[in-house]
């Protein structure tokens, strides 16, 4: 009974202590639950910061498919636009083909008396001018017989007193290039003190008429051409003396040698001996002449032309670009009527003046400081 009691009394303590201990066994699997902590708020920011990422990711291709997709919109559209033109030019042109082909024969006899017209007119234009021309050499003849001759009656190189020998081309093609250079040096022997005062200045003019013994007819014409440029003087002659042997339809040229050639003008019937020679370091002379009597075709020409090029070196003026000066003197006679040689002359120098164009379009290769 006493036993029993006991049991009793000592079983609630018992399972006290026991309770006691069942909970310091327990606590800590309690404090094992999460709980906030820094590896916790590390895990936190990466999975924030990979959010933006991938955000800013979408909207980074969706701007490139938006650009994209205009850009591809915009070469569409300039591709139309493209399309529309090319497609308004053929419908031009086919309307106005249409506009031709049902144009009466009414309306083409208008138009062609319209260009009838314009072109009388022209001629008429022409007509005039010329005619003034021809009054303005005449007053230039009547003021040069008041004045005085400034040049010899007879050229240089006159036909109308020479052998003609020297102004005939061989016959024999064997003997043409010994007959050429013969007649290249007689050229040259012209080269005296006198012709170098006739080389022109910069403020020269380009013609002048020297009349006969009676001072009444022209008996040949002067002309002459100045320049300077910033360019070495061998190289200016040698520009002119490839453009005096540039063959063309109308134009044939024979080399006798590197220096020494034969251009004819076929339509003209003109034939030119051409020659260029170094005469020192700092001068340069291209010659040419035209030849009289052609032996070969039993032909004669009307005009007989002489000219001499002279090309110097002139003082650089900052030590390094290269200067030069080109001076030339030409004699040109006509051989025609007298009645007729006002006339002769006047379409000489509008001939001539076509020929200086030209040859100015060859000189601007070069640095042009003055040209006349």
Not at 80 to 107: D, G, I, P
Not at 185 to 196: A, D, G, N, R, V
């Amino acid at each position: 009974m006493v036993l029993s009691m006991a049991k009793v009394l000592h079983a609630p303590v018992d399972s006290a202590l026991m309770s006691h201990d069942d909970d310091r066994k327990t606590a800590p699997i309690r404090l094992a639950h999460p709980t906030a902590g820094p590896s916790d708020d590390n895990d936190v920011n990466k999975t924030t910061v990979s959010i933006a990422v991938e955000r800013e990711e979408r909207l980074r291709k969706d701007r490139l498919r938006k650009r994209l997709s205009k850009e591809k919109f915009q070469k569409e559209l300039n591709e139309l636009h493209r399309t529309a033109v090319a497609l308004e030019y053929q419908l031009a042109t086919v309307q106005k083909r249409k506009r031709v082909n049902h144009t009466s024969e009414h309306q083409w006899y208008q138009h062609a008396a319209s260009e009838k017209t314009r072109l009388d007119e022209a001629i008429a234009v022409r007509h005039e001018l010329y005619q003034e021309l021809v009054n303005q050499v005449e007053k230039a003849i009547i003021y040069r017989s008041i004045c005085g001759p400034s040049s010899e009656s007879m050229m240089l190189l006159d036909p109308r007193r020479d052998p003609w020998t020297l102004h005939t081309l061989s016959r024999n093609p064997l003997d043409q290039g010994h007959a050429l250079r013969g007649l290249a040096m007689y050229q040259s022997s012209k080269i005296t003190p006198e012709l170098f005062a006739k080389l022109p200045g910069p403020r020269h003019g380009c013609f002048n008429y020297v009349l006969d013994e009676t001072d009444q007819y022209v008996s040949y014409v002067e002309l002459f051409k100045h320049g300077t440029f910033a360019a070495h003087h061998e190289d200016v002659a040698r520009a002119l003396h490839r453009y005096c042997l540039t063959a063309h339809r109308a134009k044939q040229v024979t080399n006798v040698d590197d220096t020494l050639a034969l251009t004819v003008f076929t339509e003209k019937g003109r034939h030119y001996v051409v020659n260029i020679m170094r005469e020192s370091a700092d001068r340069t002379i291209l010659t040419h002449r035209t030849l009289v009597f052609d032996d070969v075709h039993g032909r004669m020409a009307s005009e007989s032309i002489a000219g001499w090029w002279v090309f110097e070196r002139l003082p650089s003026l900052d030590g390094t670009t290269p200067r030069s000066v080109m001076r030339c003197y030409a004699q040109a006679c006509i051989d025609v009527q007298k009645e007729l040689l006002v006339q002769a002359y006047a379409s000489y120098l509008v001939a001539s003046q076509k020929e200086d164009e030209d040859m100015n379009q060859v000189l601007s290769q070069f640095r042009v400081l003055s040209l006349s």
